[in-house]
Structures are given as structure tokens and as C-alpha cells.
């Protein structure tokens, strides 16, 4: 039997921390789709970064949220996300990339 606890809080997380960081990508990361930029923060951030978000997202952004996101969004794995728009994902996935 198998357990649908995990993906459940999984999406609950992924859910809460999109609505604390979404205020913020939208300020400081310029140029590309809020959508996309908050895909990328959430999927480029880690375990200890993204309890903090969730923690700190009861009250809102605060200056914690908008270090860690500002932390994630400059990282190499964000930065090569960001370049990533739909063509070359179905670009990458027809070269088998």
C-alpha cells in the first residue's frame, strides 16, 4: 500500500513557499516571466532554504525571504533555469537532453 502523505505535503510546501516568494521574484528578479522565475527559485532551492521560506512566509515577505530568494535567483542552477524558456526544453527533449 502506498502512501500519498509525502506528495501532498510536498505540494503544500511547494504552495506555500510559491506564495511567500512570488511578491519578492517579482521585485527583484527582472526580465524574465514571474511564473517561470518562481519555478526556478523553488526548483534550484534547497531543503534548509525552503523551511526557511515556509517559516518565514506566516507574516509575509520579510527581509529572511527576500535574502533567501535573492540567494537562490543568483545561483548558477537558478541563472541556467531562467535561460531555460519552453523552446529549449522541447528542444532539449527532442535531443534527448
Do not use: K
Request: hydrophobic share 40%; aromatic share 4%; charged share 25%.
Amino acid at each position: 500500500m502506498t502512501s500519498t502523505v509525502a506528495p501532498v505535503r510536498d505540494t503544500l510546501a511547494r504552495d506555500t513557499a510559491r506564495r511567500a516568494i512570488t511578491p519578492v521574484v517579482i521585485q527583484r528578479v527582472e526580465g524574465i516571466p514571474t511564473e517561470r522565475a518562481v519555478t526556478c527559485v523553488l526548483d534550484t532551492a534547497d531543503d534548509a532554504q525552503l523551511n526557511g521560506i515556509m517559516q518565514d512566509s506566516l507574516d509575509g515577505p520579510t527581509q529572511m525571504t527576500t535574502r533567501i530568494v535573492t540567494d537562490i535567483a543568483f545561483s548558477e542552477p537558478a541563472q541556467v533555469c531562467f535561460r531555460r524558456g519552453p523552446l529549449w526544453r522541447w528542444l532539449g527533449r527532442r535531443a534527448g537532453i
